[in-house]
């Protein structure tokens, strides 16, 4: 746009409320030589404060170059590992060292623009897992135990941090397209919910992706992302598992081809789960920046204008270059969950998971093409997008309009009665403290309440019951929400007809209440579970008890197995959020939470 266009766009909206430089694309640092890229690299390193931390991201992958000027400060030797002595640590292919630029700045980008200070707060580990050469190639069937043997090497170096396990190796091969589990993503869930050594992980998965010429060959986008299942071992129940949206829907100089997807849209390189049965998890959970593709309609590619910028491992030509995809995307996720443990460093790994979750949200164009008016086709939604894009500021902080609350709690979901037969056991209710006066005053303002439970289960060893759904967790929990007309006791007895009915398996059921704007059919899949509904306050002002109760589980099925008296942890994220933003519903929740001090006389 020329001045004059300028001019005119001020003088017919009354909108426009500054003009601001387009940003540069990755191309533009990639098409760099090496002097130049060292310049842009120096001045970053010169602005970057490293602060003492015990959250570390353990990048599972290739290696990494960990003489990278960007790099060398944040991972010593001893944190450079590899599961075979033989390969080295070193990272021959790149991608390794491409993930740890993301998981370390983020947007490293952004980093290079800006002349401000750049604080990183927590360090990264790599294990290496993938051979150079086909002829050291891992057997597909021990792909799980691999991972497992990375993960604790990471353990052993540093057994006290806070560690988010980055993942973004996956396989085609032996996968179950419908969404079961395969050998290697029960592994994963054997990992993170501590079934062999009773310590919970956070483990986040690439999605895997689609490629251009599947695009090509797949019928175009989004189609073919509809149609590419989820890659293994994102089947983990209890991993977060990562897609892609597009951030950058720039037009590549030079070139005829145009971008595929909007900014804020599916990116698409991301897979999906739409193929999948529907009894099983929501993946991927998540979507963070996996860059785009360009495309005359026809044939599809990747392109560096629409990727993103990152860390070069061969650094003699280069210091600079580009990755896109759920790489990226889960590179991004762990950053994300890394700063979280480093503001709240007791928060369990089931709370981490949930507290990104809680704050992912879609944008109006992800809607808009799944056609999501109502429940069935919010299910779609789910299986295409996940939960939306994460914040880090909406999980990391409350508003007066907005405010989250956590619980961490863990109950006992069975027990054998006298006939020796195994029954469901506990099940909590929390009051919530909602300022009812407030909420009343409040009338017919519109009022959101989002809830999220998140708990890691231990799948059925031996392979037994992976088909079905009520057999490969050891135990499903469930939420409710009592209703504006109903009491405590009359709540505590919806819950417990609601918690004997999934004990024999009914099947999906209804959805439950309208207010819902998932539907329990679309959440009650998987170990995380989240939903919202709107409604004003004065309704809001009468619903302020949460019921977490269990479901069925094979502790409870296998008595033999001696599981059924184990307890489970679970994270409840409930939030409150109101758009006036004139409205303080932070200050009465707190008085109410806060204990009185006591003042002797």
Not at 132 to 139: H, K, L, P, T, W
């Amino acid at each position: 746009a020329n001045a004059a266009q300028l001019q005119q766009l001020i003088d017919y909206s009354d909108h426009i409320a500054e003009f601001r430089r387009a940003p540069e694309t990755a191309e533009f640092f990639t098409q760099q030589n090496i002097v130049e890229q060292r310049e842009w690299v120096d001045d970053l390193c010169s602005r970057i404060k490293i602060d003492p931390s015990v959250t570390t991201i353990c990048v599972l992958d290739t290696g990494v170059n960990s003489g990278h000027p960007l790099l060398q400060n944040l991972i010593s030797d001893e944190d450079s590992q590899t599961i075979n002595s033989a390969w080295g640590s070193a990272d021959q292919f790149g991608h390794g060292t491409e993930m740890c630029g993301v998981a370390t700045f983020f947007n490293l980008q952004a980093c290079l623009e800006t002349q401000s200070p750049i604080k990183i707060m927590h360090r990264i580990e790599s294990v290496k897992i993938i051979p150079m050469g086909e002829s050291d190639a891992n057997d597909p069937e021990l792909y799980g135990d691999v991972t497992r043997q990375a993960i604790y090497l990471a353990e052993i170096e540093k057994p006290e941090v806070n560690r988010v396990i980055c993942l973004a190796i996956t396989s085609e091969k032996f996968n179950t397209n419908d969404g079961s589990p395969t050998s290697w993503s029960a592994e994963v869930d054997n990992i993170t919910s501590g079934a062999h050594d009773e310590k919970k992980r956070l483990v986040f998965i690439a999605g895997g992706n689609v490629y251009p010429y599947e695009m090509s060959q797949g019928g175009g986008y989004p189609l073919a992302n509809k149609m590419k299942s989820i890659h293994s071992p994102g089947q983990a129940w209890n991993a977060v598992t990562v897609g892609a949206y597009s951030s950058i829907a720039a037009v590549p100089q030079g070139t005829s081809y145009n971008p595929v997807a909007t900014v804020g849209n599916l990116s698409p390189y991301s897979t999906t789960s739409v193929t999948w049965d529907k009894k099983w998890p929501i993946k991927p959970e998540i979507l963070c920046d996996g860059g785009n593709m360009i495309s005359d309609g026809q044939l599809y590619s990747e392109n560096d204008t629409l990727s993103l910028l990152t860390t070069a491992h061969n650094i003699q030509e280069r210091l600079l270059t580009t990755i896109w995809g759920t790489s990226s995307a889960t590179a991004q996720a762990s950053n994300i969950a890394a700063q979280i443990y480093e503001k709240y460093p007791m928060l369990w790994p089931e709370t981490v998971r949930a507290l990104m979750i809680h704050s992912a949200t879609w944008t109006n164009d992800m809607i808009t093409m799944c056609g999501a008016t109502n429940k069935a086709k919010r299910g779609n939604l789910l299986r295409t997008c996940g939960y939306g894009i994460p914040s880090l500021e909406k999980a990391l902080y409350t508003l007066n309009n907005d405010v989250n609350m956590i619980i961490q709690g863990e109950l006992f979901p069975y027990a054998e009665g006298n006939d020796g037969t195994i029954h469901t056991n506990e099940m909590h209710i929390h009051n919530l403290p909602w300022p009812k006066d407030v909420l009343l005053k409040l009338g017919e303002l519109p009022v959101v309440v989002k809830i999220t439970l998140s708990y890691f289960i231990e799948p059925g060893p031996g392979c037994i019951g992976w088909k079905d759904r009520y057999r490969y967790p050891s135990c499903l929990l469930r939420f409710d929400l009592n209703n504006k007309n109903e009491d405590l006791e009359d709540f505590k007895k919806r819950i417990n007809r609601a918690a004997r009915d999934d004990e024999q398996d009914s099947g999906d059921g209804t959805s439950g209440s309208n207010r819902w704007y998932l539907g329990k059919n679309n959440r009650n899949v998987g170990s995380i579970h989240s939903d919202f509904w709107k409604g004003t306050a004065a309704e809001l002002s009468r619903c302020n008890h949460i019921g977490v109760f269990p479901a069925i589980g094979w502790w409870k099925e296998r008595k033999y197995l001696n599981c059924y008296n184990k307890a489970i942890r679970y994270a409840l994220v409930v939030s409150l959020e109101t758009s006036d933003q004139s409205v303080d519903l932070y200050t009465p929740i707190k008085i109410q939470i806060t204990p009185p001090v006591e003042i002797q006389t």
